[in-house]
């Protein structure tokens, strides 16, 4: 296993250059209430609708949630759609958006109409010119590319066939990286991989592959069969052949290939899916990572992006969740830190009904004691949080030689527990802030203190909430524990 937390602090130092096919992607769910009586068709009953960065742009979306940064330069329209685009893509922090805007076509725009209940979609209604550049647009294009080309560490071509990578802005792009040492990565269109020649990366679909190569592509062994000839005629040095359910292939020119299954996931959406594999390649490889490795990250990353609806773009703790196992996870996915957001968790609780308890406390040495309030704690409610006073609180209230163990190594402790489920980090001297956010339906502390005296009674009650005093195991206290630990009591 490799370590995903030195790749992920390697991919937030790096850059990708980003050039391809723009377009705004419109999404409106409802329900399907009938067949209409003019034709023989399913009626949508609208409900909402969505508007995303797609194509291109989701990569860039996609490379930079996924921590990285991004030089994007794209193609748009002098309309609506055009516009709406541009400011959104002002508004991604870590996405520098280079835009050439061609009047003399429309902004590549889809609008889906989804089932929300069955989360098919029913139709698409494309607006788009799906013609190459002109000749002056090309070149306005190679002019935002290349004096950016040295500010990056890997490039990505993603090609949606609806103009940007004309064989003149292909060749002009992939001759300067090699120049530079760039490696390239291609999310081809073309069945013509020729015109790729020289990329490092090209990232096919199975379709798209067998087109390409004119083979069935069926099998690991048909598709790496096929992957040679294709390589020699593309000079390019892997293909990785994306197979939906049937997971990934990936052929390197010298060695063996690789295929890694699909994650069991519940599918929701296939839009862009394509792009996150893009992505989570360009930035696993831009770290420094091998073949196998950016492999496996593209293969999570998919794997998060068909379990979200619409045009969606991945997080690196999405992506830890899919490829770390459980016993990895499950003190790490537990662990807020100090500052950190509440608002999410609480939210998806809240939205099924889950009632929320909370206790807290340094736990700097855990024992029976401990182990008892936070079992009691958990009876008492359906999702427990424990507020964990950070090392410069501990010391504060405990003094000099305190706390034993950081907050971090305290953290993982608790978060080990199945009666725990999220441990919250604190700065200050009490929780009231935490209960304030918060506000549990039970507050949960030991039986040496009274009511009056636990901090935070008082608003929870006001929300409706009970404060519940669990009796304490006599003999156990951690002061007492580390005094006799130093030899400083009996």
């Avoid at 296993?1 to 030195?6: G, T, V, Y």
């Avoid at 280079?98 to 590549?108: A, I």
């Avoid at 091998?290 to 991945?314: P, Y």
Wanted: charged share 25%; aromatic share 4%.
């Amino acid at each position: 296993m490799f370590d995903f937390e030195a790749l992920s602090h390697a991919i937030a130092s790096r850059t990708v250059l980003c050039v391809g096919d723009l377009m705004l992607d419109e999404f409106v769910y409802g329900e399907v209430s009938r067949i209409s009586p003019e034709a023989p068709a399913p009626v949508i009953a609208v409900q909402r609708s969505e508007i995303n960065i797609g194509g291109a742009g989701n990569v860039a979306r996609n490379i930079a949630s996924l921590g990285a940064r991004c030089i994007f330069v794209g193609l748009i329209g002098d309309d609506d759609a055009g516009a709406t685009l541009k400011s959104a893509l002002s508004q991604e922090g870590k996405i520098e958006s280079v835009l050439v805007c061609d009047p003399s076509r429309p902004t590549t725009r889809k609008v889906r109409f989804v089932s929300e209940h069955f989360s098919t979609h029913m139709l698409r209604a494309d607006w788009e010119l799906a013609q190459p550049a002109a000749a002056d647009v090309e070149q306005k294009l190679i002019d935002a590319i290349l004096p950016r080309l040295a500010r990056a560490d890997i490039v990505l071509l993603s090609d949606y066939a609806k103009g940007v990578l004309t064989a003149r802005v292909i060749r002009n792009l992939i001759d300067a990286a090699r120049k530079l040492g760039k490696r390239v990565i291609v999310d081809p269109k073309s069945a013509n991989f020729a015109i790729y020649r020289g990329a490092t990366l090209l990232t096919p679909n199975r379709k798209e592959f067998a087109e390409a190569t004119r083979s069935r592509a069926d099998t690991e062994n048909s598709i790496a069969e096929a992957a040679g000839e294709a390589m020699q005629l593309a000079d390019c040095e892997a293909i990785l052949v994306t197979q939906s359910e049937h997971g990934m292939t990936l052929v390197p020119r010298n060695g063996e290939a690789i295929h890694v299954p699909a994650h069991p996931v519940k599918v929701r959406d296939v839009s862009g899916a394509g792009d996150t594999v893009a992505a989570a390649l360009a930035v696993t490889l831009a770290a420094g990572a091998d073949w196998e490795t950016a492999l496996r990250m593209a293969n999570a990353a998919a794997a998060v992006a068909v379990g979200k609806k619409g045009t969606a773009s991945v997080t690196p703790a999405e992506l830890r969740r899919k490829i770390l196992p459980p016993a990895f996870l499950a003190a790490e996915e537990k662990i807020v830190a100090a500052g950190g957001g509440l608002d999410a968790q609480l939210s998806d609780w809240r939205k099924q009904g889950l009632r929320v308890g909370f206790t807290n406390g340094c736990f700097d040495i855990l024992h029976p004691g401990h182990v008892k309030v936070l079992t009691a704690a958990r009876a008492a409610c359906d999702r427990l949080i424990v507020g964990l006073n950070s090392d410069a609180s501990v010391k504060r209230l405990k003094g000099e030689g305190r706390p034993v163990q950081d907050e971090r190594a305290r953290a993982e402790v608790l978060a080990a527990l199945e009666a725990v489920d999220l441990v919250v980090i604190f700065e200050e001297d009490t929780p009231i802030g935490l209960i304030t956010a918060i506000k549990p339906s039970v507050l949960v502390k030991g039986g040496d203190y009274s009511r009056d005296q636990v901090v935070g009674h008082e608003i929870v009650e006001a929300e409706g909430g009970e404060v519940l005093l669990v009796d304490v195991l006599p003999g156990f206290s951690t002061t007492s524990l580390v005094n006799r630990a130093r030899g400083d009591g009996a």
